[in-house]
């Protein structure tokens, strides 16, 4: 990957300036479809995207997976469309960097299941197979900061009232 600089600036218009080495978009171009595949083939580590929310009754968990099961697979899959639609982008507004966290976030979620990422563990070395992918999830987590950083710099100070 290129240097670690900056990628992301909110502009003076209220949009975010998208400064992303053409070898980055390239890998954020390729990752919603994967995720797509492992949505279709039903791979276990996508079910960290659509946790148990009633473990101890299996009867309520099945009312909850029907009442808001699809709403939250459309909303996952309308942020990683929105994703796809703006990797090349030059300038993102606020409800497509909204997405992109959301996307981010899922990548993260389902990379760090496969890894079976811990705060303990160690980085790989580089001869090991897992090795890019641990480097990607790295990658996807430091962009997603950058992203949170410049979502909430745009926050009104004090918060609500």
């Known amino acids: ?29 390729s990752l919603p479809s ?20 009633h473990p101890e009754d299996p009867e309520l968990e099945a009312e909850y997976r029907e009442m808001v099961g699809d709403d939250l697979a459309a909303g996952r899959l309308g942020a990683l469309g929105i994703m796809e639609a703006t990797v090349e982008a030059e300038r993102l507004n606020e409800e497509q960097l909204t997405a992109w966290l959301t996307a981010l976030n899922d990548l993260r979620l389902v990379l760090g299941t496969q890894l079976d990422v811990t705060e303990e563990m160690a980085e790989l070395p580089d001869d090991d197979p897992a090795a890019p992918r641990q480097a990607l999830y ?17 926050l009104p100070e004090g918060g609500a009232d």
């Open 34 to 53: 994967q995720l797509r595949e492992l949505v279709d083939v039903n791979d276990p580590a996508v079910k960290r995207l659509f946790p148990v929310a």
């Open 138 to 154: 790295h990658y996807l987590t430091w962009l997603q900061d950058q992203i949170i950083t410049e979502l909430a710099a745009a």
């Open 1 to 29: 990957m290129a240097s670690w600089g900056r990628r992301i600036r909110r502009r003076r218009q209220g949009d975010f300036e998208l400064h992303l080495p053409p070898e980055e978009r390239e890998v954020l171009r």
